[in-house]
Every structure is written in C-alpha cells, then in structure tokens.
C-alpha cells in the first residue's frame, strides 16, 4: 500500500497512477479536498502542444523555464516535465476535462509569462479548480479512499526507510497509525508563514518541510520564494488575497500615494507589464521609501476602464472585492501590497522519480524543488504536479512491489504517540495563535521582498526567542475539535521552515529573481548553485547540471510585447 499526503493537483494525480496500476493507494489531507489549494490557481496550464504556434517545442519550453529560473532550476527537471507535458493534458483530456477550444476543436493556448509563444491551456479563470474537479472525479471513479480532515504529525522511518504515518483526525481526536510501503508528500509549500500570502489560513504552513526534514530529509533553496505583487491588505483575514494580474493585463494603472504612476521609475518599457518579481520590488520600494498608501500599500486602479470590459474579463476581481471589502472596482482603486505566494523550493528530491534522502518517500509539487529556481515561470506549476504526479506514483509503485518485507519499529510508532500525548497534556502561559503571528511579523519584517545581512540575523534572534517560548505552550481542544492541536503542530513546521529560510537567505549574498539582497545588489556567478539545508547540516552549496546544447540554443530574450510578462 502507498499513503499518498494532501489532496491537491499532485497527491490526487499521483493516487490515480497508483490505482490505475493496481496499488493499493490511501490518499489523506487535512482539508476538504475539494477546497485544495490548486483549486485557486487560475491562470492556465503549460504544454509545447503547438495547437497555436507550430513552432513551438518542449526543447523551447525547457529554454523558457530555465532561463526565467535566473539559472538556478535543474536542467534534467525542466527536460522531464516539458517533455512530459503534453501527456499531462492528454491524461487530463482523457479524465474528461473541458479545456477552452478555438472553433476548430485544437485546444486553445494564450501567452502568459515570459512564454516564447503561446503555450498556456486554459478553461476560463478557473484553470485550477476545474483540473481538481477533474481529478477528483476520477479519484471517484477508481473508488481511491480519500480522506479529508486527517492530520499527519509524523512519518515513520526505521533504518532509514519510511513505513508509514501517524495523525490524528481534526474533529474527534482519533489517531490514525497508517503502514504503508511508500509514502507520497504533496502537502504544499510554506507561504503562509509570511503575515500576507495568497494562502488560506492554516495551509502552506510548511508541514510538508518538516515532515521531510524530521524523517532525515533536507530541503533545497526555501529562501527562493515568489511574491506576488497585487494582494489585498484588508480585511485582516483575508490579507493577500489575490487580485488576479489580469488586472494589470486589462490595462490596470499603478500609482503611489502621490498619484504618480511609479512603474515609470523601474520598467519605463513594460510599465505595469513588467515581470511579477519587478513589479513587486517597485510597489515594495514605494512603500519603504514612504510612498504607500496609508494602510502600506499602493493603488491598482482600473476604474477607468469600460464597465463592461471588467465585468466581462475581470469577474472574479470585481465580485471578490464587493464580497470583501464592499469596493466597487468600477468607481474606486484597489489598495494593495507584495504578498508571498509560491514556494519556489521545497523538499531536497532526485529529479527522475522525486525520491527523497528516505527510502521509500518521494515529494512532489510545491512541497518539492527542483523546476522553478529563482522566479517560476507562469502555468508551469499546474503542468508539474501533472508530470511528477504520474511519474512517482510509478516511482512509488516499483518500489513497493519491489519490498519483500516491510520493516517496522515500534519506538517510531511511540516516539509519534507521546509527541501528541505531550502536546495534549500542555498547559503553559503561550499561546499557539501569538506564536505563529510572531513567526510572520518576523519573516515579514526581515525575510520579504527586500533582505539584508543585518535584517536577516535580526530575523533569527527574533526566531531563537520565539522556539524557547514554543516549550510553554498550552493546547485546548474544546467541543469544535482538535484545530488548536493542529495549530501547535502548525507552529512547529512554520518554525522550521522559518529557520531553513532565513539561513539559506543569509547565505545567498547575492540578488537574482526573486532573492533581492539590498547589501548584495548585483548576481554573483559563483552563487549560481542550490543551497541545500538540513537542522544538522546546515547548508551546503549543491551545483547544477550543464544545460544540454538543444535546448541553451534556445534561451534568448523572450519578447514581451502585447503580453502580460509574469
């Protein structure tokens, strides 16, 4: 049996190789899986399928990829999933999924990003949800246990093999001790630790690093982390939210609190078309500089353009600030500010199957690393968790047929037992809640957009403080169930991660894609390695791959014009 973690894109598309291969396959997430965080993503999916541009070839995808990464993605990765993308849609074509067509029937595909052409497949601004509706329907068809609201606090390793999990059910308490030949980790990245992030409360806590990392894993890169520049700051709860860059693509202006349209200081060319990472250290440095608005943001304003075109091409934008904020986008600007949205690192993996340093454990999707390097090119996360999800539940497959018996270890099983009996039997002054908001005023502080030497080891004293308070939690289930034991371990991953973060930042002295260092303002050719973290290790410089001939030929500079650059 393979016990595949989270309920996105990729645990849901590498359940479904496992099941339509015979393996036994249990896939856990701790929430709905309906309500995923791939379902949010909505800007479409990337293949070299050439519907639209003949031309077009994975070789050129892979050059696109890499070049975006600032160098620092693996060049066998990006070969791998480029050359494995149009499968993924095929796959999801066969699953049933209705993909936006021309009138002929060839799928339709739109530039997005710094894409050489147009190479991105869409069903509306809802390309994420519909691939997990799709994959969901398919789990169904397999008859795939899924089960939602089951939180992983451990994996089981003996002898440096995983055999399985331990958890706990968020609303009853029930512990889950799970055997499993192989385990899967698609439980997302560690977002949600920064104050504003495109991520829900109480996901992308980084539970996928410290799950890895306790079980004798390390992490590559966690300081390489995409800001997204347009989230909303208010309300407090939903701060980060998403204001889809359409906004910008629509024709959607930029201004600080002066009025004065700022993009004409950092990108005069492209304006407020300007890459994600540019765009969102213009708005981060018009705020520093004292520029922002009073809430510390600036203005994203479309109200000048025709009602109809928001209503028609930005949907989403006008009715999910109507619904938040009770802002008619029509009539008034947009306050917003950089929110932290994706992982670009993650958990240390092979780039052929995904495997982890534990036998028998492989991480896919963002909990992984790997493609994306120093800036993610647009689209391609959705086609990644496609590609990697079939090959390691393949990977995942093998190897369990491969085990003639499974080793197991009963001090594991305890060690993973009196961890939560501990948690439950806490009672100090702390609360998990203050603990967590402590970690993100310091990460936001001192890891954002904008790092330095001084910030950074400012950001790990502050950190060091915060683990001493960690020993006198107390933890309170009540009559809603065991959230806040969830929030405790919640702590611990967004801690660790934390800590990864910071010295892997404090080590990279240099400034390339979405790593800015104001002390080191320029890119360092002898940093162009991954850095590869563990608690024991510290961090270590990992070098990367020669580009193959067919496909560095092709990195050039990638015109921008009449597309929204990512």
């Known amino acids: 049996m393979v016990l595949v973690i989270g309920t996105g894109g990729a645990g849901l598309r590498a359940a479904i190789e496992l099941a339509e291969a015979g393996i036994d396959v249990l896939a856990v997430g701790k929430r709905p899986k309906e309500d995923a965080h791939t379902a949010l993503a909505a800007g479409g999916i990337n293949a070299a399928l050439a519907t639209m541009d003949p031309e077009d070839s994975w070789q050129q995808h892979a050059a696109d990829t890499l070049k975006e990464s600032y160098l620092l993605a693996d060049p066998r990765t990006a070969q791998i999933v480029t050359q494995g993308a149009a499968r993924g849609i095929d796959d999801l074509e066969r699953y049933g999924m209705a993909f936006a067509r021309e009138e002929d029937g060839r799928i339709s595909q739109r530039f997005f990003g710094a894409h050489k052409f147009r190479r991105t497949a869409f069903a509306g601004d809802y390309t994420g949800l519909e691939i997990q509706r799709t994959l969901i329907r398919r789990a169904d068809q397999l008859n795939i246990p899924v089960l939602d609201g089951i939180y992983i606090t451990r994996l089981l390793v003996h002898d440096g093999a995983v055999f399985g999990a331990y958890g706990f059910d968020l609303t009853h308490g029930t512990r889950y001790l799970i055997h499993a030949d192989a385990v899967i980790l698609a439980a997302g990245g560690h977002t949600r630790i920064w104050r504003r992030t495109s991520s829900r409360r109480d996901e992308n806590m980084g539970d996928s690093f410290r799950l890895a990392v306790e079980a004798g894993s390390r992490l590559r890169d966690p300081e390489l982390v995409q800001f997204h520049p347009s989230g909303i700051i208010e309300p407090e709860n939903a701060a980060g939210t998403l204001v889809s860059e359409a906004a910008r693509g629509e024709g959607g202006i930029l ?312």
Request: some cysteine; glycine content about 8%; proline content about 4%.
């Open 255 to 566: 201004r600080n609190m002066l009025g004065e349209r700022f993009m004409a200081r950092y990108d005069p060319d492209r304006m407020e078309l300007s890459t994600r990472d540019r765009v969102a250290l213009a708005a981060y440095t018009e705020i520093k500089e004292g520029r922002g608005t009073p809430k510390g943001g600036v203005w994203l304003d479309v109200s000048h353009l025709p009602r109809q075109t928001i209503m028609t091409r930005l949907p989403r934008v006008y009715q999910t600030l109507l619904d938040l904020q009770m802002l008619d986008i029509t009539r008034e600007a947009i306050e917003i500010a950089p929110t932290a949205h994706y992982s670009m690192g993650g958990v240390w993996v092979r780039p052929e199957d995904h495997s982890t340093d534990v036998r028998g454990l492989y991480a896919i999707g963002e909990a992984s690393s790997g493609l994306h390097g120093a800036n993610r090119l647009g689209g391609n996360s959705l086609i990644e968790l496609l590609v990697f999800g079939r090959i390691t539940g393949q990977a995942a497959a093998a190897y369990s047929q491969s085990l003639t018996a499974q080793p197991r270890s009963a001090s594991a099983i305890a060690h993973a037992r009196a961890e939560i009996n501990d948690l439950l039997a806490a009672d100090g002054p702390e609360n998990v809640r203050a603990l967590q908001r402590a970690i993100r005023n310091t990460m936001t502080e001192h890891a954002g957009v904008v790092r330095d030497e001084d910030g950074l080891r400012a950001g790990l004293a502050e950190l060091t403080a915060i683990e001493k308070r960690m020993a006198d939690i107390g933890v309170h289930p009540d009559i809603a169930g065991y959230q806040d034991l969830a929030h405790a371990f919640d702590l611990k991953s967004a801690a660790l991660a934390a800590r990864a973060t910071l010295e892997a930042a404090l080590e990279r002295r240099e400034t390339r894609g979405c790593h800015n260092r104001s002390d080191y303002p320029d890119l360092d050719p002898a940093l162009q390695v991954n850095l590869v973290w563990s608690p024991t290790a510290g961090i270590t410089r990992e070098s990367i791959p020669a580009i193959p001939d067919e496909v560095s030929s092709l990195m050039e500079e990638v015109s921008t014009d009449g597309k929204l650059a990512e």
